[in-house]
């Protein structure tokens, strides 16, 4: 660790993740944001190797929002020695315990399938970490609000301001050195304009340094989107069974639900049951309900359960696998709004499996699905998908819609 003022760029060269920079003021170290590799394979095992830095000598990390692509090495930050303050908004504290929880018992409970079929080549397969891991991760975790200065260390002044991109996404603006000799803008990932729920991004201030990571700085037009959907929700409903739409936990799914409801209220679709079939987009849903500072849903509708923004007229929270599955012995028109996004994993896999058969169901892709997905091969008319390690033949009528595209979605849960 140099003692020169610098940043350091950890992150993968020529990729979005894995965001880590060491920011060092003074000789004094820290962390803007701690995050994951994703995606290829070469890329993920580069988790593995040790972070290039002595974690005990970071000061403090500022995250920048909750994605883990941004969070994820948390957990390994603290095994290798770092006991600092972790900085970032409310509502990110309460999306990080879901999604670092989640991904400690992902990583868990593939460690033990690989043990239980001997395919690992290191006995035993570990875990990258633990349960216990993310949770020592999110005792670190500090809340500061937007707009609200405070001090990271003796050489470090920090804002948060609003990102528009997830529930709690912070632009940070970083004094840094005493007698504020420069001014660094960190933007994590910007979000979008008029999109539903979130607030906007807020305009950054000149700066001397702008790390921009990735902007979405254009504005989508709802309006075409929200017709779209509603053209696919009518059509569904007249071939007279389900429409499957596999989404995001993390703010897709609430957006469609509130896109939905929104048609409902105006006579645009017809009423039909909708199943939410993910614990964690519950659980998500659940935070934006804490957290009114991050959009302009009326407080006092939130908690009305017959006309609630967030909840379609007939909706439906699955929680238990058991209930999941009992799903595929109902017919008739339904939405069922289940993760993962791509239809990588998750419980969307399932009811893929039992429908896609079926001429009478709908699939709506509604964001980007990445090359080698089952989602990509749907959405380019595939005939046939592989599923469990067998062939299911593609009778459904496949749809994708790219206005709910709000983000480059990598491997998100
Ligand atoms: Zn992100």
């Excluded at 095992?45 to 995250?63: E, H, I, K, T």
């Excluded at 039909?272 to 614990?279: G, I, L, N, Q, T």
Aim: glycine share 8%.
């Amino acid at each position: 660790m140099g003692d020169a003022n610098t940043i350091r760029f950890l992150g993968a060269a020529g990729t979005v993740t894995g965001s880590k920079h060491l920011l060092t003021v003074n000789g004094r170290h820290v962390l803007l944001d701690c995050g994951l590799f994703q995606g290829l394979k070469a890329l993920r095992l580069r988790n593995w190797q040790p972070l290039p830095f002595d974690a005990a000598r970071v000061d403090a990390v500022l995250m920048s929002h909750a994605h883990l692509d941004h969070s994820g090495a948390l957990p390994l930050l603290v095994r290798q020695g770092f006991r600092g303050p972790i900085y970032c908004t409310p509502a990110t504290k309460e999306l990080a315990a879901v999604i670092l929880r989640d991904a400690a018992h992902l990583q868990e409970e593939e460690a033990e399938i690989a043990n239980r079929y001997g395919f690992s080549k290191h006995r035993p397969a570990l875990p990258l970490y633990t349960t216990d891991d993310a949770e020592a991760a999110l005792r670190l975790l500090e809340t500061r609000d937007y707009g609200a200065p405070f001090p990271v260390n003796g050489d470090i002044d920090a804002i948060y301001r609003r990102a528009g991109h997830i529930l709690g996404a912070a632009t940070m603006e970083l004094q840094l050195g005493p007698g504020a000799c420069t001014r660094l803008v960190f933007s994590g990932d910007l979000g979008r304009w008029n999109r539903p729920i979130l607030r906007d991004p807020e305009l950054v201030p000149e700066a001397d340094v702008v790390l921009v990571e990735s902007t979405y700085g254009d504005r989508i037009h709802s309006g075409d989107a929200e017709a779209a959907l509603a053209r696919v929700v009518r059509d569904a409903v007249a071939r007279g069974g389900a429409l499957i739409v596999p989404a995001f936990a993390l703010g897709r799914v609430q957006e469609l639900i509130w896109t939905l409801r929104r048609l409902e209220d105006a006579d645009a679709i017809p009423t039909v049951p909708v199943f939410v079939d993910s614990p964690m987009a519950t659980d998500v849903t659940d935070i934006y309900l804490h957290h009114p500072e991050e959009h302009d849903l009326d407080k006092q509708l939130l908690r009305d359960a017959k006309r609630a923004p967030l909840r379609c007229r007939e909706q439906r929270i699955i929680r238990t696998a058991q209930e999941s599955k009992a799903l595929n012995d109902r017919s008739g028109p339904m939405i069922i709004v289940s993760a993962s996004g791509m239809a990588t994993g998750g419980r969307v896999i399932h009811h893929l499996k039992a429908r896609l058969g079926d001429d009478r169901t709908t699939v709506l892709l509604p964001g980007f699905q990445a090359a080698g997905t089952r989602g990509r091969a749907l959405a380019e008319g595939a005939r046939e998908v592989r599923i469990h390690g067998r062939s299911v033949p593609v009778r459904a009528t496949v749809v994708t819609l790219d206005g709910f595209s709000a983000h480059a979605d990598r491997d998100e849960p």
